[in-house]
């Protein structure tokens, strides 16, 4: 392997693993470059909590100059599969990561990690069992017990091996036998009472075929993987912590390059679960639509509900690195991408459930074009030009027969500013059969026409966006909310979680009307409609008919939360 130095950043360590990494460099504990891995097991869609892995661990390759390798650790072949190793690649290249060609596969290395089986049990330290599963849990042990030593332990290592590899040749039954490693049945740590380090799985794999009958466990390939790779830090969720004396146990029988597992604590999120089998069962359930339904704390579901690759590095880096797990609320979440979007979107027209507004003085047939803002927050964003004409659409909810007292929209007798336009004044309405209001009839003032100078004269309380009837699109707009109800699905006692599902958390409004210009929008555009919340196409939008999923609202909660903490 090439040398290299490693030199510490100008940018000072934010977090602890930071600070391990830098005084690793300073005392020069490698001579290699610094080396993380991203190891995902292709077994589900990535989700937030792996974006904060991601994250960490391409962060610390850019920071420190070092490198990342994507690493799939595909050990389990009866979870796993192509589409989730494909997903996989494209949410890390979307979150602005790539792993220089380094994309490795623990199933690379299973003649390796068979070779050193054989290695164990040459050194007397791993034996063939045949305890059932059944058995093996009943010998195990508990935290407080220690276990017993299994029947088979004492084989002699010409033995073991001879049944290794007729396990391996495919002379024995699924579930019939396993390897273990011979290591301490009274261990405190019961990650130490002989693990298992080979099932006999007669299954293919998406990668080997059916070149193996045998899988090595995940705790045989991990540490070892890694090793393989010349990884310097493996950083792993905390989980992990109690395993880490077992992989160095491993690393040190077989004398290899041993690389420092650091633990950090996992994302949790508030009103989210994130266990890759809960959402599996979600998918697997039609709970929702698919593992990129934008209610899905998956990278593929935000990615589908308008969140950008830059707000949730944002994200990643504000809730830091810690060793302790804790739980995010999801409103900071939320805000993250609205602070993106409030920069970056531009703005719109949209009428999500539309009811019919006559001018009835405006002349028939007239069209006028006005200017509109693109984006207050953009200098660069521009203007666009828009159309007003006699017959427009409001909101239902901006007009009141009998209003409350402070409702600053249209009822008889009150006047609104309709956005870029001009000043109207409600003068009655209809309704049908059905005591449903159908039309609202206003008058506008020529003299309140916005920019036109003479508008500033007038003053009103309530300005109301609009879009004209004459060349209005028709739009579908999905109103996505959280996907449960309480703060941890998860964690409510004595209630399956799924009775915690938001029956809400997707309203469907198929008659919504948009500016014209929003017919050439692509899958992934964002906009926010003004008043309402930020949007993004939908990315199976069709063309005549565009389809809008609500990001999120305009309404901050993080910043109220934290207004009231300070
Ligand atoms: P599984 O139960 O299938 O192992 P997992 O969530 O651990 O699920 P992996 O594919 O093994 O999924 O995870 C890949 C990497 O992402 C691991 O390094 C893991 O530690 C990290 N990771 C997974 N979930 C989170 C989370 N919620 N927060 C931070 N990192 C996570
Ligand atoms: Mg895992």
Redesign the pocket.
Known sequence: MEETTNAVNESKATNFIHEIIEDDINNKKYSTRINTR????P??YL?I??A??ICLNFGIAEKYDGWCNLRF?DTNPSKEEVEYVESIKEDVHWLGFDWGGREYYASDYFQQLYDWAEELIKQGKAYVCELTPEQMREYRGTLTEPGKESPYRNRTSEENLDLFRRMKAGEFPDGSKTLRAKIDMASPNVNFRDPILYRIMHQEHHRTGDAWCIYPMYDWAHGQSDSIENITHS???LE?ENHRPLYDWFINQLSIHHPQQIE?A???LSYTV????KLLQLVNDGDVAGWDDPRMPTISGLRRRGYTPESIRNFAEKIGVARRDNVIDVALLENCIREDLNKRALRRMAVLQPLKVVIDNYPEGQIETLEAINNPEDSTAGTRQIEFSRELFIEQDDFMEIPPAQYYRLSVGKEVRLRYAYIVKCTGFEKDENGNITVVHCEYDPETKSGSGTASKKKVKGTIHWVAAHNAAHAEVRLYDRLFNVEDPAGVKDVDWKATINNNSLVVLPNSYVEPSLLTTQPGDKFQFERLGYFCTDKESPTDKPVFNRTVTLRDTWAKIEKKNN
């Open positions: 991203f190891p995902p097991e077994n589900g989700h909590g792996h904060k892995s650790d950083i792993c969720t992990f950090f996992r994302l949790n994130m266990s890759k089998r």
